[in-house]
């Protein structure tokens, strides 16, 4: 085995821990969560007999309680549906104890209180950043036989794309945000003397979603708790 390979292999093998973190926290994602909260809300349809106007929600129009949760704009009739467990959340956090003032009596209370609990919700919206202050070879430069070294002020990742590692680079002309990709050879090749650092940058990231995860849990399992006489079917068919 070549020098160079040997080499390039040990790097990979150290950068390893990030890529592994990436897979580790990649089911950790807010459509699962909310998907989750939505099917608490679902399971107890129907909310009331006749539909009734309740509120106006900022983003989406107004919103409408009958058998489920609708959104009326000025163009429509009777609106649509809320089937987007996105969207069901954000009509809840704005709109859920005005909501829970029109569901049937007998369960205002449940729907108030899972509005309540909804609202603890903490999305895995993180970001993580680590100042560097380091040269990196340009990846422009690395395949023409003249490679520039550029230094690099931060590198950063977000949980919305953990498998993407962004570097704020400044040439001495200009500074940008290059992107790169963990698992890929160039990255290895551009990061090979900060490593450490990303690796860093990846278990910091993890540490905070599995916080999050832990709160959102206890959540969700007091969610299950109020709604579990209701018999709810997991897996709805939307």
């Given at each position: 085995?070549?020098?160079?390979?040997?080499?390039?292999?040990?790097?990979?093998?150290?950068?390893?821990?990030?890529?592994?973190?990436?897979?580790?926290?990649?089911?950790?994602?807010?459509?699962?969560l909310?998907?989750?909260?939505?099917?608490?809300?679902y399971?107890?349809?129907?909310?009331?007999?006749?539909?009734?106007?309740?509120?106006?929600?900022?983003?989406?129009?107004?919103?409408v309680?009958?058998?489920w949760?609708?959104?009326?704009?000025?163009?429509?009739?009777?609106?649509?549906?809320?089937?987007?467990?996105?969207?069901?959340?954000?009509?809840?956090?704005?709109?859920?104890?005005?909501?829970?003032?029109?569901?049937?009596?007998?369960?205002?209370?449940?729907?108030?209180?899972?509005?309540?609990?909804?609202?603890?919700?903490?999305?895995?919206d993180?970001?993580?950043?680590?100042?560097?202050?380091?040269?990196?070879?340009?990846?422009?430069?690395?395949?023409?036989?003249?490679?520039?070294?550029?230094?690099?002020?931060?590198?950063?990742?977000?949980?919305?794309?953990?498998?993407?590692?962004?570097?704020?680079?400044c040439?001495?002309?200009e500074?940008?945000?290059?992107?790169?990709?963990?698992?890929?050879a160039?990255?290895?090749?551009?990061?090979?003397?900060i490593?450490?650092?990303?690796?860093?940058?990846?278990?910091?990231?993890?540490?905070?979603?599995?916080?999050l995860?832990?709160?959102?849990?206890?959540?969700?399992?007091?969610?299950k708790?109020?709604?579990?006489?209701?018999?709810?079917?997991?897996?709805?068919?939307r």
């Amino acid at each position: 085995m070549g020098d160079l390979l040997r080499k390039y292999i040990e790097e990979k093998n150290r950068l390893m821990e990030s890529e592994n973190i990436v897979s580790e926290i990649a089911e950790i994602r807010n459509d699962k969560l909310l998907s989750m909260v939505f099917d608490m809300f679902y399971s107890l349809r129907p909310l009331r007999r006749k539909r009734v106007e309740v509120c106006e929600h900022p983003e989406y129009g107004v919103i409408v309680v009958g058998k489920w949760i609708r959104v009326k704009n000025t163009w429509h009739t009777y609106g649509y549906l809320v089937h987007d467990p996105d969207e069901l959340y954000r009509v809840i956090v704005s709109c859920g104890d005005k909501i829970a003032d029109h569901v049937s009596k007998a369960k205002s209370e449940i729907f108030r209180e899972l509005v309540s609990l909804a609202r603890k919700i903490k999305l895995y919206d993180v970001t993580v950043e680590r100042k560097i202050n380091a040269p990196i070879p340009s990846k422009q430069t690395l395949y023409d036989g003249k490679i520039k070294y550029y230094m690099c002020d931060r590198i950063r990742v977000y949980s919305s794309s953990p498998s993407y590692l962004y570097a704020d680079i400044c040439d001495g002309r200009e500074c940008y945000t290059d992107m790169f990709c963990v698992d890929n050879a160039t990255t290895v090749i551009v990061f090979e003397d900060i490593i450490d650092d990303v690796n860093e940058l990846y278990r910091e990231l993890k540490e905070k979603i599995y916080r999050l995860k832990a709160e959102n849990d206890k959540v969700i399992s007091k969610m299950k708790e109020l709604v579990a006489a209701y018999s709810i079917v997991w897996g709805r068919k939307r």
